[in-house]
């Protein structure tokens, strides 16, 4: 019997962003088109528990850990060592390492089981597309939320097919989640919020 969590294995090999590229990603001018004041920091309260995947250097992770207070957590889940080291030093450096876990899953498992049902809000930006079984990462994702809990999902249009992108719409809603607007960037090509239902 696999895990809760376990994810089936890929159709064809997965791709993760190089660790030299989550510098470029990290760059603030990067806000000038993904700012995460509008895209995340409305979504949670301070004192929250978040889940993000896949945070590479920390570009939404960095104002998100900021905004949850010090009664707030943040899990951040990367199948990349060097990611999370990287990650690391920039949280300590500005005293934020104190309320972020950082977790290193596998392709075939993202270790979640612990977290099932007591997340406020999981970001799942950019790269759910290059997980091994996309449809299965959002359900094993959905499972984190708590009732009332938010799921965002964001996929970038030239690298995540229409069909993979619809794959995942289709798994949130057989896991339950409903559709909500974002409050402040609904209309996005490859943006969907959802929520658990209470």
Known sequence: MQPSNAIPAPSKPSHTCPVWLGHLLASPLRRLFENPANLILPLFEPGAQVLELGPALGFFTLPVAQALGRDGRLVCVDVQDGMLRRLRRRLEKRGLA??????????????????????????????????????????????????????????????????????????????????????RAEGRKNLVLWTKPV
Do not use: M, N, W, Y
């Open 98 to 183: 104190a309320r972020t876990e950082l977790r290193q899953c596998t392709q075939d498992d993202l270790g979640l089981a612990d977290l099932e049902g007591r997340c406020d809000l999981v970001l799942a930006l950019h790269v759910v597309h290059e997980t091994a079984a996309p449809a299965e990462t959002i359900r094993a994702l959905a499972r984190c939320l708590k009732a009332g809990g938010r799921l965002l999902l964001i996929e970038p249009p030239g690298h995540c097919s229409p069909e993979v992108f619809q794959s995942e719409v289709d798994a949130a809603l057989a896991a339950g989640l409903q559709r909500k607007p974002h409050p």
